[in-house]
């Protein structure tokens, strides 16, 4: 028998193994970037990591509508380690998520045995909904690791009768109300259980070891308990905000939305899941197509009296009381609410697979059953895969969803200044700005963006411009503006030290989750030290000068032209520049509008400033400089009257000028 023995713990150790290895793959390539941006919640999570590593030491976090504190601990370690990045917040549910295969295996192992445990990792480690949890910084991805332990001691005590196991499990269970709110609904599962056991099954339950489970949680979680009792209104406050009590989210139909909530929530095992691509893969349910035709056969499993007879109901039990949080909640089915039911809801899947599995081995042979499993795994794991990272993931809307704009804007800063997280890696470059450098920044894209917030560290090279501040610019600074362009931009151009070379950039889109067209987030104003310049390539009327001009190819045939030009005297008018790429007099490609990306009009040009102005092109033919020309020029937009060029003794001459 001991061959035997050895050969199936072998393999239940190479299975595990295999789940941990899909778990690691899944869960960590790309971390850094995948998904793109940082959200909001997010970021509210670094900034208290941060206020963790400044020395304060809070039981419960109430910025940002309140939250538990043991993932913003954790983050505060990350980020101690690798810095202010998007990717020492993610790490942490990264490593949270595939800690939550072996949990998942170890309950399971101790529920159902041992099949049911290694089919149960394999699932945990690749279906979408818990991939997606384990690459975003919100703490929901802490409670199925913590509650999947808890529980596996709570039933080795129910096993074994040994009070041991029930202490642990009482820690481990405390624990779990310091991860997210859903926690809070698994007493009355647990309770409900114990029902059960007093009035249907024939095992009474071991009190002295309840007792011992009890006191140990409650000695754990009394400290934030007592806290949640003293300070209600936070302990509470997101909870009121999305309760369907709420007569703004029933719209006075307080049952009609329950029921629809309860279908919404059953529905999100096989037909349709949550649609917000933050939490999930939008609208994909928790298993695909085959592996839910699993989960129905292992509930019906769990329903009917068997030898496993309380696994099964506990595992019912447990999901019904954690789907709670959803249902009684607006967005239903909300994957991040709806937490808790991970991972028990896996079981019955795996407890399907593994009936099948003994009936075909029965029924045929080993290895046919066998194949039929494998098959199985592997259209589970392998469509996660293709719709997180071959669809969710390219998707240029994920983007918006995740703020992307406000990380570009900060990644933009940091690379200016020489420190902090600049777009890439896990790791923010530590030390001081780079000498002679500044930064100012609106207020709105500071107080109102914590993404900018976090990943932007505070220094004596960073200006926040508020009502009563007042331009100090310092000639000899190079100094980066980042502006919200949609009011009067005007007043800020005296933050540019004079003369400067000025170059303006429009910055990232953004949309948020209730709009439906993107808008511009920021502008940037960059000033330079003017060095010595050389004679004008091109003298145009009324002091506009081009210096100089550089054509390059980019991709897919488009052209940038680069102009540089510069203001000799003060400008009145606001005149539009024009690029066209001819051919002979056939229009190839053209260019028409403000300078400056249209934010800075020649009327703020100042004398001695050099404005880097640049178009793109994209001709329908590949460029041929020996055959195209190039012609620019300058004109009111109002009157439709040109500057005319100038020759070498100032006359005017044609209304455009030819560049080579």
Request: charged letters at 15%; hydrophobic letters at 50%.
């Amino acid at each position: 028998m001991r061959v035997p023995y050895r050969r199936l713990l072998r393999t239940e150790w190479a299975v595990l193994g295999g789940a941990l290895a899909v778990a690691l793959l899944l869960r960590f390539y790309a971390i850094d970037r995948i998904p793109p941006g940082l959200y909001h919640d997010e970021a509210f999570n670094g900034l208290d990591a941060l206020r963790v590593l400044g020395g304060s030491r809070p039981l419960f976090f109430t910025a940002n509508n309140g939250r538990e504190p043991l993932f913003i601990y954790l983050v505060a370690l990350s980020v101690g380690l690798l810095g202010r990045s998007p990717g020492a917040i993610r790490i942490v549910s990264a490593v949270l998520g595939t800690l939550t295969v072996p949990a998942t295996w170890l309950l399971a192992r101790a529920m159902f045995g041992r099949r049911v445990a290694a089919l149960s990792a394999v699932l945990i480690a690749g279906l979408v909904w818990p991939l997606n949890l384990s690459r975003i910084g919100l703490r929901a991805v802490s409670l199925p690791l913590f509650s999947a332990l808890a529980l596996w001691q709570f039933w080795r005590g129910l096993d074994t009768g040994r009070k041991g196991h029930y202490i642990a499990g009482g820690f481990l269970y405390g624990l779990t109300f310091y991860t997210y709110t859903a926690a809070r609904f698994t007493g009355l599962a647990l309770v409900l259980f114990v029902l059960y056991q007093l009035l249907f099954d024939k095992t009474r339950p071991y009190w002295t070891g309840l007792l011992c489970f009890v006191l140990a949680a409650g000695l754990i979680a009394a400290p934030l308990l007592i806290y949640g009792g003293l300070h209600w209104s936070d302990f509470m406050q997101r909870a009121g905000q999305v309760s369907i009590l709420n007569p703004a989210i029933n719209g006075g139909d307080l049952w009609g939305t329950l029921g629809r909530h309860l279908v919404r929530a059953l529905g999100l095992f096989f037909w349709q899941g949550d649609f917000i691509p933050r939490h999930n893969v939008p609208r994909r349910p928790l298993f695909d197509p085959l592996t839910a035709a699993f989960f129905v056969i292992g509930v019906a499993l769990c329903a009917r009296p068997a030898r496993r007879q309380q696994a099964g109901v506990f595992t019912i039990i447990w999901v019904t009381v954690l789907l709670l949080p959803t249902i009684l909640a607006e967005d239903a089915p909300h994957f991040l609410r709806a937490v808790g039911i991970l991972p028990v809801a896996i079981f019955p899947a795996a407890v399907g697979l593994d009936e099948v599995w003994q009936r075909l081995a029965q029924r045929t042979n080993q290895a046919l059953a066998l194949g039929v499993v494998l098959l199985a795994l592997v259209v589970a794991v392998g469509s996660t895969t293709w719709a997180y990272f071959g669809q969710h993931a390219r998707n240029p809307e994920l983007g918006y969803a995740f703020e992307a704009a406000e990380v570009q804007l900060a990644s933009e800063i940091n690379r200016f200044l020489g420190t902090g997280w600049t777009g890439e890696g896990l790791t923010a470059t530590p030390g001081e700005p780079l000498p002679g450098r500044r930064v100012v920044l609106v207020s709105r894209l500071w107080d109102q963006r914590p993404t900018v917030r976090f990943l932007v560290p505070a220094s004596e090279a960073l200006t926040i411009l508020r009502e009563d501040s007042v331009a100090q610019p310092v000639a000899g600074e190079t100094v980066f503006l980042a502006l919200w362009p949609h009011e009067d931009l005007q007043p800020y151009m005296a933050w540019l030290p004079a003369p400067s070379v000025i170059n303006v950039h429009q910055g990232a889109l953004e949309r948020g989750d209730l709009e439906t067209t993107p808008h511009l987030l920021y502008v940037t104003f960059t000033a330079a030290p003017v060095e010595a310049t050389t004679t004008p390539e091109v003298r145009f009327a009324e002091g506009l000068a081009l210096l100089d001009h550089e054509i390059t190819s980019e991709a897919e045939g488009t052209l940038l032209i680069r102009l540089r030009w510069q203001a000799t005297m003060d400008i009145a008018t606001d005149y539009n520049v024009f690029v066209h790429l001819v051919d002979g007099n056939r229009m190839v490609a053209q260019s028409d509008a403000r300078p400056g990306a249209g934010y800075y009009p020649t009327s703020w040009w100042r004398p001695g400033d050099v404005v880097v102005d640049e178009h793109r092109l994209s001709p329908d033919e590949p460029y041929d400089p020996a055959r195209h020309q190039l012609r620019v020029g300058w004109y009111d937009l109002a009157t439709m009257r040109h500057l005319p060029v100038l020759d070498a003794e100032g006359q005017p001459g044609d209304e455009y000028a030819t560049l080579k």
